[in-house]
């Protein structure tokens, strides 16, 4: 796989805790699909601002993603930074949940 491909999300700075199926795939339809390259790693970054992400939103957000490459591939595509480990891999857990 060839290079990395960074996808910075961005939210309002007030909001630090990301919940909801249509609002995770509201912001895949913004910030990431016309993004996602699928011949290259994907490094998805969510801000520092945010603390909690809702298995909801995730499951929204990477709905379209899923239907191309299985669950058990996701990790050879999309990797997540965010404001902490723990986090990190609760996002991880709930895209492959």
């Given at each position: 796989?060839g290079?990395?491909?960074i996808?910075?999300?961005?939210?309002d700075?007030?909001?630090?805790a990301l919940?909801?199926?249509?609002?995770?795939?509201?912001?895949?339809?913004?910030?990431i699909?016309?993004?996602?390259?699928?011949?290259?790693?994907?490094?998805?970054?969510?801000?520092?601002?945010?603390?909690?992400v809702?298995?909801?939103?995730?499951q929204g957000?990477f709905?379209?993603?899923?239907?191309?490459?299985?669950?058990s591939?996701i990790?050879?595509?999309?990797t997540?930074?965010?404001?902490?480990?723990?986090?990190?891999?609760?996002?991880?857990?709930y895209?492959?949940?």
């Amino acid at each position: 796989m060839g290079d990395n491909n960074i996808i910075e999300l961005e939210f309002d700075k007030t909001i630090s805790a990301l919940a909801g199926n249509d609002y995770g795939y509201g912001h895949y339809k913004k910030q990431i699909e016309n993004k996602f390259d699928y011949n290259k790693r994907n490094i998805i970054i969510f801000p520092e601002q945010v603390k909690k992400v809702a298995i909801s939103f995730v499951q929204g957000m990477f709905r379209d993603i899923l239907k191309k490459i299985g669950k058990s591939e996701i990790e050879r595509y999309v990797t997540i930074k965010s404001s902490s480990e723990k986090l990190t891999e609760k996002i991880i857990s709930y895209i492959k949940f």
